[in-house]
């Protein structure tokens, strides 16, 4: 038997390790892999960049820049031996893969966006001196729509509130008006927010049920919680099923404080109000939707907006002059929470 060795076979000394020491040139960029014209299920012919299918730099680079020769093959002992840990193109891309990994939002995790223009009609230019809300001024926005309780994986049609969050590039920094499609909230005071939400996420012995409230401890909570209840009627009606992205009111539900030139204050809410109207599903369209095309609202925002059918809003605002008359039954409406005294509430 000749005496032959087999790589990567115990052996009492270790296999020869043989590696290149010698430089050698970084093979060129990869032939043209421009494949046939995309289109996308709308019909739509994507964008120019779109149509580039091969890599996109010239040459393929670890993620310190350095040109690499390969890929697709590690580095093994000899011909049939272990792959070897001296392979730092192979390291850096596993332990890059390892670490591909976003945090979940505990709240408002499944979600989609797009990018707008804002143009103020000037309307709000007595009570405030915000540079994106005078005449004309056009502002780029970025809007992104939610479920509140369903994991990132979740279906988009379950019985929820909807997150409706824009942002707000302006000249004097960025503004967030973080809102919902329901103007009411489950609760009044920020620090019972850990409890509605630990109610309306599922139980945690079996985890379900997902994405939606009605089980035991959501129902626990809004029993014992009176000031839950209105928002609950909203969820219970065709709000909790929106139709689609575009066609959802926003508000910001706080009360904001807004200050003019003159340095005089007034009480706002902003709602925003879709061109196509408002609409939702029924029940038995929002259940089968879940199963046959969970990401149906995102796949509608992403069509809508694909062939040319741009959604839209207006924003308006509710003002409430800021004095004590604003009060009204001993309600403050920048403190709900706050018994405001009785010879300065008129009820
Ligand atoms: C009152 C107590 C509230 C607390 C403590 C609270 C807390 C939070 C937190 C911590 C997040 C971020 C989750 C993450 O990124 O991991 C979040 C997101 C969000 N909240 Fe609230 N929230 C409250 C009320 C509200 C209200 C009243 C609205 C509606 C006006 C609202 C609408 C949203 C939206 C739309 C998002 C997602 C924003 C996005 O899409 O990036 N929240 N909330």
């Known amino acids: 038997m000749p005496d032959i060795p087999i790589p990567g076979a115990p052996a009492p000394q270790p ?100 990018h707008g223009t804002f143009k103020a009609y000037g309307g709000a ?39 409706f969050a824009t942002k707000f590039y302006t000249e004097e920094g960025n503004f967030d008006l973080v809102g919902n499609n329901i103007p009411v909230f489950f609760i009044q005071d920020g620090i019972k927010f850990p409890d509605v939400i630990h109610a309306g996420k599922p139980h ?6 997902q994405a939606q409230s009605a089980h035991d401890t959501f129902w626990d909570f809004v029993s014992l919680h009176t000031e839950a209840q209105h928002h609950t009627m909203w969820n219970m009606s065709d709000r909790g099923l929106s139709r689609s992205y575009r066609m959802m009111e926003g508000f910001g539900v706080h009360t904001f404080r807004l200050v003019n030139a003159a340095g005089e204050t007034s009480l706002a809410k902003f709602h925003w109000k879709p061109k196509l109207g408002v609409h939702g599903l029924l029940w038995e369209e929002a259940q089968m939707l879940g199963g046959f095309d969970p990401d ?52």
């Open 125 to 163: 230019e007595t009570v405030t001196s915000a540079g994106f809300l005078a005449e004309g001024r056009e502002t780029p926005v970025f809007v992104r729509f939610s479920t509140v309780l369903g994991s990132r994986g979740s279906a988009d049609t379950v019985r929820d509130t909807r997150g």
């Open 15 to 114: 296999p020869p390790v043989e590696e290149p020491t010698e430089p050698v040139p970084t093979p060129g960029p990869k032939p043209d892999q421009s494949g046939p014209q995309v289109r996308t299920p709308t019909g739509v012919q994507a964008h120019e960049d779109q149509q580039v299918n091969a890599q996109q730099g010239e040459w393929l680079t670890t993620s310190g820049g350095v040109r690499l020769r390969e890929t697709d093959k590690s580095l093994k002992a000899g011909e049939r031996g272990p792959t070897l840990l001296q392979d730092h193109h192979l390291r850096e891309k596993i332990t890059h893969f390892d670490h591909e990994r976003i945090p979940e939002r505990v709240v408002h995790a499944r979600g989609a966006g797009a």
């Open 296 to 347: 149906f609202h995102r796949r509608d925002l992403a069509d809508a907006i694909e062939t040319g059918a741009y959604p839209e809003w207006e924003l308006g605002i509710q003002v409430f002059p800021d004095t004590p008359e604003q009060t009204y039954a001993g309600i403050d409406l920048l403190d709900p929470t706050k018994i405001v005294p009785e010879e300065i509430a008129p009820v």
């Open 204 to 209: 945690p012995d079996r985890e379900i049920p």
